[in-house]
């Protein structure tokens, strides 16, 4: 069954989140996964959290390809970019 996984992500590093950007598609792509939804401006409408300066929800086969893209080792590089960018959450649903 289709599984999502929501990606906010509070940007501090752009040359960082640029470098991830570049990569970021071919790294989904690997486990099957692809954007379905990208915003540059987040609101958040209910709740006192801060909104981040970019969410993201992205499809997956299943959880289970959501999870091997999460831990693929050879993807350490790719998720290296996304941490090093400002701080992520990404939450699987």
Known sequence: MTAYAFVNLTI???DSFAA???K???ALKKHGGA???VSKAPEVIEGSA???SVAVIV???DRE???AWINDPELAEVHALREGSGTSNIILM
């Open 24 to 26: 970021a598609g071919g």
């Open 35 to 37: 954007p379905l939804e």
């Open 12 to 14: 501090t590093n752009t």
């Open 50 to 52: 801060a909104a981040p």
């Open 20 to 22: 991830y950007r570049e």
């Open 65 to 67: 390809a959501a999870k």
């Open 59 to 61: 499809t997956f086969p």
